[in-house]
């Protein structure tokens, strides 16, 4: 048997650290985070709404954005929220980004 592929090492730029944190999201792997997988990310970020007020939320930040719900989050758009420092945004530092990168690869188990 061949031996177990090494881990890579985590993201050492802004652009690598939001490429995995919405990577480590996306549980389908289909490119596109949807209101549940963003859900997650919110609630990291301290949305402690309900399932109502947050369906109420998603609708609100893609058509901010003029993309259908059912379309999701695309990584762009996922880039640009988590680099918008305004009350539309979801700004994380560095920190917060490897932080909830560390989180969300922990409970990642859970989710398969």
């Known amino acids: ?3 177990p592929a090494p881990s890579a090492p985590p993201p050492t730029t802004r652009d690598g650290l ?6 480590v999201c996306d549980k389908d792997g289909d490119l596109r985070l949807s209101s549940n997988e963003m859900r997650v990310f919110a609630g990291f970020i301290g949305f402690q709404g309900d399932d109502a007020a ?6 609100a930040l ?3 954005s003029g993309t259908a719900p059912s379309a999701g989050v695309s990584v762009e758009l ?5 680099n918008d420092t305004s009350d539309n945004g979801c700004y994380c530092t560095d920190e917060e980004l490897g ?4 989180r969300l690869q922990g409970a990642r ?3 398969q």
């Open 99 to 102: 932080l909830l990168l560390g």
């Open 78 to 82: 996922f880039t640009t929220l988590v």
């Open 62 to 64: 893609l058509a901010e």
């Open 54 to 59: 947050w369906a109420q939320e998603f609708r």
């Open 109 to 111: 188990g859970a989710w």
């Open 18 to 23: 939001i490429r995995e944190a919405f990577t």
């Open 1 to 3: 048997a061949a031996p």
